[in-house]
């Protein structure tokens, strides 16, 4: 299996997962990312990735909800 393939299919199996879960898949991850000595991606990260990394998360296209002009009217009252 291409390993690709093989990451998308894992990524959208944790987006199903309770927390719980996914709380138990990324302390694993850690163990096993500390047992082969490789560092996280974002340990020397200065404050102007995070920010990028926030704004990336917010801006996602991965987001199925829409909203229109209607949603907006309803919640939002003068």
Known sequence: ?????MREQLHEQ????PDEVVQ???DFTYFVMSKKKLTQPYDDWDQDQWQQFALEQ???EEDEVHYSLDDAKEIFHP
């Open 1 to 5: 299996m291409n390993t690709n393939i």
């Open 24 to 26: 138990q898949i990324a």
């Open 14 to 17: 944790i987006d199903h997962l």
């Open 58 to 60: 917010f801006f996602r």
